[in-house]
């Protein structure tokens, strides 16, 4: 299972630099950078509300689910 993170494109689309966001948000550059590069482990709810609400976007639009291959089910052939 891979949670990717998609704030680069997601700032793009607002024409907004990763400082301008940290300042509205009111966390550091260095944690929202530790989010961007995917590398955090963890985010709380109220960040990701406060994200949302500061880039008008929705949750999926920053956070995506991608299924690894060893995630698949197995099927078994038709006997």
């Known amino acids: 299972m891979t949670i990717r993170v ?7 689309d607002r024409r907004m ?3 301008e966001l ?3 948000v009111g966390i550091t550059l260095a944690n929202l950078s530790i989010l961007k590069t995917g ?3 963890a985010v709380r709810f109220s960040t990701l509300e406060a994200l949302c609400r500061e880039l008008e976007c929705q949750p999926a639009d920053i956070l995506v689910y ?3 291959n060893d995630d698949l089910p197995i099927t078994k052939a038709a006997e």
């Open 39 to 41: 590398k955090a482990r």
């Open 22 to 24: 940290a300042e509205r």
């Open 17 to 19: 630099s990763l400082t």
């Open 66 to 68: 991608e299924a690894d």
């Open 6 to 12: 998609n704030l680069d494109r997601v700032l793009l």
